[in-house]
């Protein structure tokens, strides 16, 4: 569900399915289904080079790099990567979020991974700290960096609020500026089984799911042209990862 509050308002919602996938266990994947795979082309797929560096190099050295800017040190401990999967070769992923675990099987970081249309993307790295964990799950805020939304302005605050993956999972982000809520997105699912039965009915569920998305976004861009918002200029992009402070901003090595 994605609502904009003003200028004007304006509210969709749509059916999805993501992919939990563990970065350590791609060759696991791979056996799961004859209609899924990993780094080749299938009904659906996952690559590891349309995240993180986009090189196609293991996902584990490059998140670990990011987290330790940030003394986090997971020591081996899980990485989930929920995202969507590639659909006939095709993914386009607004944000990617690594739920990053610890070696007590504690949820230590959350690593949000954004992308835009114009094909850039940006990482906030948020470690979890004591105050932001709360029955009803996480609750982080960071400034906004990274120009998303042609329509946004770029000085703004997210509000992100996350349960973290279990039976069901929820993400909800909430953006702000000075005077409020401007916009909400929000996700919410429940945790089926990758086999060839789910797959497949999530596939003629919702065909072309990553056309799907991208079409919604220009069609959904164009009917708030239409109630009369104007673009934002887009500036230069950031560096590719930031910490909560936004003046210890990283470039992280492409080949970790």
């Known amino acids: 569900?994605?609502?904009?509050?003003?200028?004007?308002?304006?509210?969709?919602?749509?059916?999805?399915?993501?992919?939990?996938?563990?970065?350590?266990?791609?060759a696991q994947a791979d056996k799961l289904s004859p209609v899924f795979s990993v780094a080749r082309f299938n009904l659906l797929s996952?690559?590891?080079?349309?995240?993180?560096?986009?090189?196609g190099a293991p996902l584990r050295p490059y998140v670990e790099k990011l987290l330790a800017g940030a003394n986090v040190d997971l020591r081996g401990g899980r990485i989930l990567l929920l995202c969507y999967p590639r659909i006939l070769g095709f993914v386009f992923n607004p944000l990617s979020v690594y739920y990053c675990y610890d070696d007590k099987g504690h949820l230590a970081a959350l690593l949000y991974e954004v992308r835009n249309t114009f094909g850039e993307m940006h990482s906030y790295v948020a470690p979890i700290e004591t105050h932001e964990i709360d029955p009803s799950g996480i609750k982080q805020e960071r400034d906004k960096l990274f120009y998303v939304s042609p329509f946004l302005d770029m000085t703004m605050r997210y509000h992100f609020r996350l349960q973290p993956p279990g039976e069901t999972?929820?993400?909800?982000?909430?953006?702000?500026?000075?005077?409020?809520?401007?916009?909400?997105?929000?996700?919410?699912?429940t945790r089926q089984d990758v086999n060839t039965k789910t797959l497949l009915q999530a596939f003629f569920s919702m065909p072309l799911l990553s056309f799907k998305i991208v079409a919604a976004i220009h069609w959904e861009a164009a009917r708030l042209w239409v109630k009369g918002l104007r673009l934002t200029p887009r500036p230069a992009p950031p560096s590719l990862a930031s910490y909560r402070d936004a003046s210890r901003a990283v470039l992280p090595d492409p080949h970790p």
Do not use: C, W
């Open 169 to 189: 999972l929820r993400v909800r982000i909430l953006e702000k500026d000075q005077q409020g809520p401007i916009l909400a997105a929000t996700f919410s699912g």
């Open 46 to 55: 996952f690559a590891e080079k349309d995240h993180g560096p986009r090189n």
């Open 1 to 26: 569900m994605h609502a904009r509050m003003k200028p004007v308002t304006h509210r969709f919602t749509y059916r999805v399915f993501s992919l939990l996938i563990d970065v350590d266990a791609l």
